[in-house]
């Protein structure tokens, strides 16, 4: 599984293939085999908190001196937007949950 980081950068690189014309290729169904959408839930969770953990370890490593504050202030902004992407996986999956529960039988 591709940290946070990289799955970002994969993410902007796939978006720049697609605007400057370069052919995409969808994956196939042996790299899609054997994951589920809940373990991809369950490890971008675990990675949130890793991301958490780290930040606040940094942190109290900044407040003693024993860190950059450089390293503290990426940490902390890592773990903004690992949380903030969470959160708006969760919204995403209550909407459509929401949605399904609204479609009539």
């Not at 980081?5 to 796939?14: E, L």
Request: aromatic share 4%; charged share 25%.
């Amino acid at each position: 599984m591709p940290t946070t980081t990289q799955a970002y950068s994969n993410a902007i690189q796939a978006y720049n293939d697609v605007a400057s014309g370069k052919p995409t290729k969808a994956p196939t169904q042996d790299a899609l085999k054997g994951e589920e959408f809940a373990d991809l839930v369950k490890s971008a969770i675990n990675e949130a908190v890793k991301i958490g953990e780290k930040s606040e370890n940094l942190t109290v490593q900044g407040i003693n001196d024993r860190a950059d504050i450089n390293q503290v202030v990426t940490a902390v902004a890592e773990a903004e937007l690992a949380l903030q992407t969470v959160v708006t996986v969760r919204d995403k999956v209550l909407d459509a949950y929401k949605e399904i529960i609204r479609m009539p039988m």
